[in-house]
T-cell receptor, first 113, second 112 residues
Framework: EPEVTQTPSHQVTQMGQEVILRCVPISNHLYFYWYRQILGQKVEFLVS????????KSEIFDDQFSVERPDGSNFTLKIRSTKLEDSAMYFC???????????FGPGTRLTVL | AQSVTQLDSQVPVFEEAPVELRCNYSSSVSVYLFWYVQYPNQGLQLLLKYLSGSTLVKGINGFEAEFNKSQTSFHLRKPSVHISDTAEYFCAVTNRDDKIIFGKGTRLHILP
């Protein structure tokens, strides 16, 4: 069964450094999303992406964040200058043309020191 | 605006006993409803979903949920739980091609 994959599974970085989290959505999917889950808290929406542009973004998704689909398979989330409060589990999700169900990847745990 | 309320943050239940995890939602438009499960140190797995049609939906691992529009509820049930059901369960709501709004989660503890 096709799955969303994410790399790396765990990323440790120093405050102020740039990180890129990578996702490979399910191959025929058209809608892409990033969510995050701070430890012990609920899952929060960051951004949605369709037709090579951002569809919607949350208040969390400020100028330090960007997303890109550099080729036909990868979907990346970049944090330009990480802060301690960016430490969280980041989930990528995708859905097909019906856009009624999102399938999640296993997540990348980001630790900012 | 949409919102999801999971009334219980933790639910302890004995193995082989039935369980119900409660979820209420609010929305001004028609919604799609989901339950996701997160096993320890893992990602989010889709357990079941309601898009339309029959209000009783069946998911994986013997779980089912019932959509009740008048009570704006989507409670999750299992008639007999197993130790392997230990996980956090998230109720969620969305519209088509929209972001998912998650509840805060309910941690299911299975007691031997």
């Amino acid at each position: 069964e096709p799955e969303v994959t994410q790399t790396p599974s765990h990323q440790v970085t120093q405050m102020g450094q740039e990180v890129i989290l990578r996702c490979v959505p399910i191959s025929n999917h058209l809608y892409f999303y990033w969510y995050r889950q701070i430890l012990g808290q609920k899952v929060e929406f960051l951004v949605s992406f369709y037709n090579n542009e951002i569809s919607e973004k949350s208040e969390i998704f400020d100028d330090q964040f960007s997303v890109e689909r550099p080729d036909g398979s990868n979907f990346t989330l970049k944090i330009r200058s990480t802060k301690l409060e960016d430490s969280a589990m980041y989930f990528c999700a995708s859905s097909d043309e019906r856009a009624d169900t999102q399938y999640f990847g296993p997540g990348t745990r980001l630790t900012v020191l | 605006a949409q919102s999801v309320t999971q009334l219980d943050s933790q639910v302890p239940v004995f193995e082989e006993a039935p369980v119900e995890l409660r979820c209420n939602y609010s929305s001004s438009v028609s919604v799609y409803l989901f339950w996701y499960v997160q096993y320890p140190n893992q990602g989010l797995q889709l357990l079941l979903k309601y898009l339309s049609g029959s209000t009783l939906v069946k998911g994986i691992n013997g779980f089912e949920a019932e959509f009740n529009k008048s009570q704006t509820s989507f409670h999750l049930r299992k008639p007999s739980v197993h130790i392997s059901d230990t996980a956090e369960y998230f109720c969620a709501v969305t519209n088509r091609d929209d972001k998912i709004i998650f509840g805060k989660g309910t941690r299911l503890h299975i007691l031997p």
